[in-house]
């Protein structure tokens, strides 16, 4: 394995305390100076390329350094680099915001932004809130998350997320939220479907809402696929039964799309997939193609009507310094226009089929379980025992470099996430070299 550039490597690990890692590892794992990025490829300091497929945390649409959003951004930054949005506008945001409403035929008309995902799920649950006080339903103030939903690492986004991992040691920082069955098709009995799996999981929900008749705010979601506990995939039924369910109890439904939006399911939003539209719906990741941190929360007139008043503290006070960012809306065009021009959600059908045949072998493997993909998302889990599993993961990312792959499994789930760029070749040599450090790491 390459220690590439060793003077990146100790002045990061001396001054940069890096994300969602026990910085201990690096004592025996690597830690890779990213000298430049081309199309799928990160490239090191050594000269080392590593096929990005996992669209470094899901963020990245189109590749590194892409012509169209950089000719995008070189042209915003000579005309406006930022502005507060408190009481001043841009082009950007305008369009920007209009461009989304209309994705969704115009019923979420009304766009409130801000930087990170875990900060448009704050929002999404602040905006519930204060919507039922506005409406003279200040009991409505709990919240329903799933079973190992993961929607950030913030308190109140941390407060509705159901992994042990991240959330235990803030324990008593979290307001409790009711956690509801997960759709997860995974958990098909004998004889079941998804189906089945997700008709279950709603039925229970209902009864939860039934339950807490008026004391629920909004129920909240990751539509289709649960991807950080491991790309938990449901049958779009389930999302179908919850909107059913959330209307019978007026209970808002937020969806949250920071994962899987932005065409990673194989529709624009996920939740088309089941017909149905939600009260909110998150964005962010995908949204400025992976290039500058943007996220945000769309929502119906008739909620923003809610905050409409002469009245200062009805309104929704919130506010980031960066909300609405020139630069970060204007990759965000530069990528919704990618979208339209070069055809991608039917294109991606294409590309899905090609990584599938190529995957083929690996789908068959006698320590493959649940091979499932939804859209441009692939995963399985690998068969071990509990010791194995405890440390598969990090020996499969470190086994993965060496082929020239990033790839960083969930737990025992290992997964794909490739941008939507990917050749022929690229899925040829993503398939055999994924298979390759399968065998060799289930061998280990
Ligand atoms: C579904 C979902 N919600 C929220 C988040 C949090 O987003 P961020 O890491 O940008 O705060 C993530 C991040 O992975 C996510 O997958």
Redesign the pocket.
């Known amino acids: 394995m390459s220690t590439t550039h060793p003077s990146w490597i100790t002045r990061s690990l001396q001054s940069v305390w890096h994300p969602c890692t026990q910085m201990q590892h690096h004592e025996t794992m690597p830690l890779i100076p990213i000298s430049h990025g081309r199309g799928a490829w990160l490239v090191d300091t050594d000269g080392r390329r590593y096929l990005d497929a996992i669209s470094s ?2 963020v990245n649409l189109f590749g590194h350094a892409n012509p169209r959003i950089n000719a995008a951004l070189r042209d915003q930054l000579e005309r406006l680099e930022h502005a507060m949005l408190a009481g001043f506008t841009h082009e950007p945001v305008i369009e920007l915001s209009e461009k989304l409403a209309a994705l969704t035929g115009h019923e979420l008309g009304h766009c409130f932004y801000a930087s ?3 900060s448009a ?1 704050e929002i999404a649950l602040k905006m519930s809130f204060h919507y039922w006080r506005n409406s003279g339903e200040s009991e409505r103030r709990e919240f329903v998350c799933l079973k190992n939903s ?4 913030t308190i109140g ?1 941390l407060a509705v997320t159901d992994v042990t991992l991240f959330r235990d040691a803030y324990g008593p920082l979290l307001r409790q939220a009711h956690v509801a069955a997960s759709p997860d098709a995974r958990l098909a009995q004998e004889g079941e479907r998804a189906e089945d799996v997700a008709r279950r999981a709603a039925a229970e929900l209902d009864s939860l809402l039934q339950q807490r008749e008026g004391r629920i705010a909004a129920v909240i979601v ?1 539509p289709l696929v649960q ?2 506990a491991g790309m938990a995939m449901h049958d779009p039924l389930y999302l179908k039964l919850v909107r059913e369910s959330c209307d019978r109890h007026r209970v808002h439904l937020i969806a ?1 799309e ?2 899987v939006g932005c065409g990673r399911t194989g529709t624009f939003f996920a939740c088309e997939q089941a017909g149905i539209r939600p009260d909110f719906v998150c964005l ?2 995908g949204i400025s193609g992976g290039y500058l941190p943007l ?1 945000l929360v769309m929502t119906r007139d008739a909620i923003y009507q809610a905050f409409y008043d002469a009245d200062v503290t009805r309104g929704f006070l919130h506010s980031h310094s960066y909300t609405g960012n020139p630069l970060a809306c204007r990759a965000a065009l530069a990528t919704l226009a990618i979208f339209e021009e070069d055809d991608v959600l039917a294109k991606n059908r294409e590309r899905a089929e090609r990584l599938t045949q190529a995957l083929q072998p690996l789908a068959q493997h006698r320590s493959v379980a649940h091979f499932r993909r939804r859209g441009m998302i692939w995963a399985f889990d690998a068969v071990l025992d509990d010791a194995a599993a405890a440390t598969f993961s990090r020996r499969f990312f470190t086994a993965a470099l060496e082929q020239e792959l990033l790839i960083r499994p969930i737990g025992r789930t290992v997964y794909l996430m490739p941008p939507y760029i990917l050749d022929e070749e690229e899925s040829m040599l993503l398939g055999t070299r994924l298979h390759a450090v399968f065998d060799k790491v289930i061998a280990q």
């Open positions: 945390w899901w990170d995902g875990a799920v993961y929607h950030g690492e986004a990751e991807c950080a949250d920071i994962a962010s990741k996220s």
